[in-house]
């Protein structure tokens, strides 16, 4: 799987990379990994699974599945 953390999402990563590549085994629920990344759930506001916006980072991915994470945006 691929997994893009862009900037924010990267600090909670050790290697800090915009890009993380993940082997799973079987098929995982997004909120397991990102737990096991350091990633918080409640900080993701969209998740892109395969080019397809989600509703909730509760969605079981694979191997082949490309993610995207986004933060909420703040302006002021």
């Known amino acids: 799987m691929k ?5 924010y999402f990267a600090f909670f ?3 800090r990379s915009h890009w ?4 799973l085994q079987k098929s995982t629920r997004l909120t397991e990994i990102l737990t096991d990344l350091g990633i918080p ?3 993701v506001h969209l998740v892109v699974l395969n080019d397809e916006l989600v509703q909730s ?5 694979s191997n082949e599945d490309v993610v ?3 933060p ?3 302006g002021g």
């Open 13 to 15: 990563t050790s290697e």
């Open 72 to 74: 909420a945006v703040n």
């Open 57 to 61: 980072p509760d969605i079981l991915v």
């Open 41 to 43: 759930a409640g900080e």
């Open 3 to 7: 997994l893009y953390t862009g900037s």
């Open 68 to 70: 995207r994470l986004y």
């Open 20 to 23: 993380v590549d993940i082997e």
